[in-house]
């Protein structure tokens, strides 16, 4: 007997049940406990078979944790078969998320009822595979190619209503999931319904696949799986015969699973969920959040205060004058208005927030009893220190107050009120209502309740939260800062702009490093080079001024129509402005550089080397704990491809040594910039990887 799958005999039904927590899935005990309940159920005069899942889920897929390793028997390709060959009727009862290849067992069985709540999809994509236990080859037979598709190549969780319609289950009931399964079998036995095998069916209506996996491959902006999927489907039409299919779909799924995509995805998946997972934080329970505050009402306040209105918190938001609190409550209205138009609120749930749930104040007694405060105020250390020394004197005891800076020194703000412990950093990224990452940033007197209220509060507010230090950008800024030196280095030795950001795109960025000043605004970067300048550049970095002529013209980007790019209103994206080149050939003749070529390829390993190199930096330094969290806030922070699973998954693929020995042929050039960080020596000469340290946890 199984321990994780049940055997139960109802009548003449057999049941199967799951029990496989957290989420059912299917690795090789489940496999075997299906594949003998099936048998037995067969050798046990049962007319029928019902398979569900106990807990909170029906199968939400394969065990992702098998995945690189040695298969074990039996596959779920050939348990699915199995399955859907048996002689007994066989029904699945879905409830929670009936996922990859749980949905491809359900798919197997030859009729499907779900609850209401469940929700069923294909996601291998987002792992970087397709589905490989048949979902490719049976969902088109029951629901078209078009739909199919669209499930499989975006990888979307579907409401059970759905997938009633779209035909992918054949009835919906309320209830628990046994009984909704026993009572829908027991009503197709008294029917006599006949099995209804998936692999019998016809062949589907095919489409022009070559067209689709041309625009599958371009919408995926580099990741291959969406676009191998499309040839999977094509195969379900144009196969001989179904098994034919089958082994179609084997053979891209294998090769997909041998790839580094595959490696980088479902690294991402686990990091995305460690990240959180800290053991100082191990049973620290985090303190209450009924009301936030948020002083500033800018484009970072008033994204704070839309994020936290959207997640059901009240916020107190203070501005310094009627007409500022009222600029702050028209963009809040804005980016509210802009969830109703994309249907993430309703118009009522608006018009409450608006009514009720935001108070604007002008004065700071407003904020005696909300529980948490975030300041977003002008990034100046003099302002933010009255703002914190009159929040000392007027929140409550207990109550967290969090800075929202992003790069000054927390541990000096926080030197300055009576109660350090309380002090934090909340790094919020713009649009803070529509970005993801959010840095937690420890200090040195911290309590470690603080911090867990500011992951709670990251939860809370839908956003992935990563632990980081002190220190000049904690972990994201400060490994910015490093990859955009490198990147304007290149520019002075004879890359272009355009190049570069070409080059970066293609490697899979969202946007390259100069699109993103743009839209950041070019007088950010400004401010940040005449304040270094101002403290003493170190006489051996490499320094350029052409931006800064660029800035004195009045040209900052996306918002002044102008930067490195020339954006036309009704234009998405720019052109090159061509005011830009001459700008930087003039620099290049006064420092006396002559231009040479560079290779998208070298441009990229610039790049990325820079990148890893400060964030062995980061990490050696215990700004940032782990190389995982690392990886997370630039996926989540900074556009890096995901299917690169992060800088630091990148440089474990690439070899560390690889990387280490770039540095040192460009130390040669210039050994200011490419000194290696020791943690990449220290690793080299271990012969470990960066994967190693998330282990060691
Ligand atoms: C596949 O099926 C391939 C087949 O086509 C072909 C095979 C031949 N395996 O996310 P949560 C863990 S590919 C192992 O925090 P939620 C997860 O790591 C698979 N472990 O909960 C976490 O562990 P821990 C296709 C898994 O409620 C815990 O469960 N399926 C798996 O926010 C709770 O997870 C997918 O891609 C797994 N498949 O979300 C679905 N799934 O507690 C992937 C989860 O130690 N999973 N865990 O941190 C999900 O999308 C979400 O986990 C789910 C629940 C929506 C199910």
Redesign the pocket.
């Known amino acids: 007997m199984s321990q994780v799958i049940g055997y139960e005999k109802v009548d003449d039904i057999a049941v199967l049940s799951a029990r496989n927590p957290?989420?059912n899935?299917l690795g090789v005990d489940v496999r075997r406990g299906l594949l003998s309940g099936i048998e037995r159920a067969e050798a046990d005069g049962a007319r029928a078979v019902l398979i569900y899942g106990e807990g909170r889920?029906y199968f939400?897929?394969?065990?992702?944790?098998e995945f690189g390793k040695p298969p074990q028997e039996p596959?779920?390709?050939a348990l699915c078969n199995r399955i859907e060959a048996s002689p007994l009727l066989v029904v699945s009862a879905l409830h929670g998320?009936a996922?990859?290849?749980g949905l491809?067992v359900a798919l197997s069985c030859h009729y499907r009822i779900a609850v209401p709540s469940a929700k069923v999809g294909l996601?291998?994509v987002?792992?970087g595979?397709i589905?490989?236990?048949g979902?490719t080859q049976r969902l088109p037979r029951i629901i078209g190619v078009e739909a199919a598709l669209d499930m499989i190549t975006t990888g979307r969780h579907v409401r059970a209503a759905e997938a009633l319609e779209m035909g992918v289950l054949d009835k919906i009931g309320e209830g628990d999931p046994r009984e909704v399964g026993l009572a829908y079998t027991r009503a197709l036995l008294a029917a006599n319904t006949p099995r209804r095998p998936i692999c019998e069916m016809p062949t589907p209506e095919p489409i022009d696949f070559d067209a689709r996996y041309e625009a599958v491959l371009k919408k995926g902006r580099g990741q291959l799986s969406p676009a191998v999927a499309v040839r999977a489907v094509q195969a379900a039409c144009e196969a001989d015969d179904f098994a034919s299919g089958l082994v179609r779909e084997r053979e891209l799924f294998t090769e997909l699973m041998a790839s580094d995509q595959r490696k980088g995805l479902i690294h991402a998946f686990?990091a995305e969920?460690a990240v959180s997972k800290l053991p100082e934080l191990q049973g620290v329970v985090p303190r209450d959040l009924h009301q936030i505050g948020v002083i500033g009402g800018g484009t970072m306040g008033a994204g704070i205060a839309t994020s936290a209105l959207l997640a059901g918190l009240p916020v107190v938001l203070l501005e310094m004058t009627p007409e500022a609190a009222k600029a702050a409550q028209a963009r809040i209205a804005s980016n509210l208005a802009g969830a109703v138009k994309r249907g993430k609120l309703s118009q009522s749930d608006h018009d409450d927030i608006l009514q009720n749930r935001l108070e604007l104040a002008l004065d700071y007694d407003a904020l005696q009893n909300v529980d948490l405060v975030i300041e977003a105020v002008f990034e100046d250390m003099e302002v933010k220190k009255q703002v914190f020394a009159q929040l000392d004197a007027v929140c409550k005891g207990g109550a967290v107050l969090a800075t929202n800076t992003s790069y000054l020194d927390i541990n000096e703000i926080a030197a300055l009120t009576r109660r350090p412990d309380d002090v934090i950093g909340l790094h919020f990224f713009s649009p803070a209502h529509v970005m993801k990452l959010l840095e937690v940033v420890v200090a040195d007197r911290t309590a470690p309740e603080v911090v867990a209220t500011g992951f709670a509060l990251g939860k809370r507010l839908g956003k992935t939260a990563v632990r980081a230090g002190v220190c000049d950008g904690f972990i994201g800024n400060r490994i910015l800062s490093a990859y955009r030196t490198c990147a304007d280095h290149m520019v002075l030795d004879g890359a272009s702009p355009y190049q570069i950001d070409a080059a970066l795109t293609a490697f899979g960025f969202a946007m390259g490093p100069f699109a993103v000043s743009d839209l950041a605004g070019l007088d950010i970067g400004w401010a940040a080079r005449k304040r270094k300048r101002a403290a003493g550049l170190d006489p051996r970095a490499r320094d350029s001024f052409y931006a800064d002529k660029l800035c004195e013209g009045g040209y900052f980007g996306q918002k002044t129509g102008k930067g490195y790019y020339v954006y036309e209103t009704g234009r998405r994206g720019g052109v090159p402005n061509p005011e830009v080149m001459p700008l930087i050939e003039a620099e290049r003749a006064a420092q006396g550089i002559s231009a040479r070529g560079f290779t998208d390829d070298e441009i990229v390993r610039r790049y990325m080397v820079a990148m890893v190199n400060e964030a062995a930096r980061v990490i050696g330094e215990g700004i940032a704990r782990r190389p995982l969290d690392v990886d997370v806030t630039l996926i989540y922070g900074y556009g890096f491809p995901r299917y690169w699973g992060g800088p630091l998954k990148w440089a474990d693929l690439q070899g560390l040594p690889n990387l280490l020995d770039d540095i040192r042929r460009w130390s040669e050039e210039d050994p200011y910039f490419w000194q290696p960080a020791p943690l990449l020596e220290q690793l080299v000469a271990e012969g470990r990887s960066f994967d190693d340290l998330n282990k060691d946890g």
Not at 60 to 65: K, Q, S
């Open positions: 957290p989420v899935a889920t939400a897929g394969a065990d992702i944790r596959g779920l390709p998320t996922l990859g290849g491809e996601p291998e987002n792992l595979i589905p490989g236990a979902g686990f969920r």
